[in-house]
């Protein structure tokens, strides 16, 4: 929602992933969107919208004519080049598409200044002929940073994170000169990662400092076609109450009664494996007081057969019939049962004790995990208060990192529900809005249905998309909507 303060003016969107930069700025999607003041409009020419039809999407509607807050159903089928229905794929997307549905007396077609067909410029025999990427390709959230020691200068470390909500860990090695970059995060709003480097022993030791974005430079270049505007005299934006409600529906006080789960039974089956061979819990043998460095030197003689040195450092459980543990690999270790990559060993020389709930030892075969779970698993839970600092051990400190913001959900009125009271009236300008919708691929099609509001109008249905094989589409089709 804009608020009435915003100053009006030509406002810019853009969009680009960091593979994009490589084929230089002018490459990245920007899209001018023009604000008006709160009394303008957009002058109408009295010249009629064409429809645009496209050869490989069709939209069907129930009828052709619909009365105000009647249900609309549309169907959308896409087909591929040869106009057979776009279905029966075995994997993966028809494609990916976005539709919205206004009212076209209230929003009034603009220049696009550039759409899909002309700004998706980059294609796939271009990126085949890249050998050196100066930006890298990024999957998920991620972040950069660089670690310097208590002296502030710039140091190689490996690094142990721990995410708490949900629950990671993360091992990452820095440069020579104390740089890393970590991807691959699938995070929403914030989260907070505590952190220690691989010298903390008491207390913390060292700091990592984040590091900005690199962001293309902010050049936008003014569209070239001017809106013409006039000054209505009078306040041209309605809200509704679909887009900003006056009040909330409180719920009802719900009571939830429960009993505890015995914790002894818990940490024997909470393991996504089962039972382990041998488990060790802080209660049993007091973590918290024998002092170890690390969970690697801790368990050194705890579990039969297992073969623990950590000066080399190496871990592995020894098999009946004379077996060298040369000729096998280590134990698949995981964290909350999240498996962790790299070295077992150091993946357990970088754990406090402190913060261990329990640890289970499987020296089977474990078929669960594939070949990771070939040599046994160690499974290692942390304790639940470690989410809180005050309970963390004194050597960690903290990351607040950024992620994805979370989308808004749209929301429509639903006229078919008596329950809710509809007695105030229907303005919106947006009548539906999907921007990611899902076709189904073993029909090629998707049916969905939303209401009509209190205004006599034309509404205008706008498809953008690609199809799975590349085709760019855009389909641009109207329905009538009477009060009779």
């Known amino acids: 929602m804009l608020p009435d303060s915003l100053k009006a003016g030509t406002y810019y969107l853009r969009a680009y992933t960091n593979l994009q930069r490589n084929f230089g700025d002018d490459k990245l999607f920007v899209k001018p969107i023009p604000i008006l003041n709160i009394t303008d409009k957009v002058e109408y020419t009295g010249e009629p919208e064409e429809e645009q039809l496209s050869d490989q999407l069709t939209i069907t509607t129930d009828k052709q004519e619909y009365k105000t807050r009647e249900k609309i159903t549309l169907t959308l089928q896409l087909k591929d080049k040869n106009g057979n229905p776009m279905a029966g794929l075995p994997t993966g997307q028809v494609g990916n598409f976005s539709i919205s549905v ?13 759409t899909i067909e002309d700004k998706l410029t980059i294609r796939k025999e271009e990126i085949n002929k890249i050998t050196n990427l100066k930006y890298s390709l990024e999957y998920g959230v991620g972040f950069s940073g660089q670690f310097v020691n ?14 708490m909500k949900p629950r990671n860990v993360l091992l990452v090695e820095t440069d020579g000169k104390g740089f890393f970059q ?67 529906t409180m719920l009802k006080e719900v009571e939830v009664k429960a009993r505890r789960i015995d914790p002894e039974v818990t940490k024997k089956t909470k393991s996504a494996y089962g039972a382990p061979d041998v488990l060790l819990t802080d209660q049993d043998l ?85 070949s990771q779970g070939a040599f046994g698993v160690i499974s290692i839970f942390l304790k639940n208060g470690i989410s809180e600092q005050t309970q963390t051990a004194p050597n960690y400190r903290t990351l607040t990192i950024f992620g994805y913001s979370k989308p808004g959900k749209w929301i429509g009125p639903d006229y078919d529900n008596s329950k809710v009271d509809h007695s105030a009236g229907d303005y919106r300008s947006t ?23 209190d205004l006599e109008s034309t509404y205008r249905i706008e498809v953008w998309g690609v199809a799975r094989d590349g085709s760019l589409i855009h389909f641009v089709y109207h329905v009538m909507v009477n009060s009779n």
């Open 150 to 163: 208590d002296k502030g200068k710039p140091e190689k470390t490996l690094l142990n994170f721990m995410q």
């Open 431 to 453: 009548i539906y809005w999907n921007p990611e919708i899902a076709i189904d691929k073993n029909t090629g099609d998707k049916t969905f249905s939303f209401f009509a509001a």
């Open 182 to 248: 970590q991807a691959g995060l699938n995070i929403y709003d914030t989260a907070t990662f505590y952190y220690k480097a691989d010298k903390a022993k008491d207390l913390p030791y060292g700091n990592v400092r984040l590091l900005e974005r690199n962001h293309p430079a902010i050049d936008f270049a003014q569209p070239d076609d001017k809106i013409n505007v006039v000054e209505a005299g009078s306040v041209q934006r309605i809200f509704s109450e679909y887009e900003k409600p006056k009040d909330v």
């Open 102 to 114: 206004t009212d076209a007396s209230q929003v009034l077609k603009v220049p696009e200044w550039g």
């Open 286 to 370: 007091g973590l918290e007081k024998k002092g170890y460095p690390n969970l690697l030197y801790y368990i050194v003689g705890k579990v039969p057969g297992l073969d623990v040195r950590p000066d080399i450092p190496s871990i592995a459980f020894t098999r009946a019939g004379g077996q060298s543990i040369s000729f096998q690999g280590g134990p698949l270790v995981t964290v909350n049962d999240v498996p962790m990559a790299g070295d077992p060993a150091q993946t357990l020389s970088m754990i406090n004790p402190n913060n261990v709930e329990s640890i289970g030892f499987t020296k089977r075969v474990n078929v669960l995990y594939g």
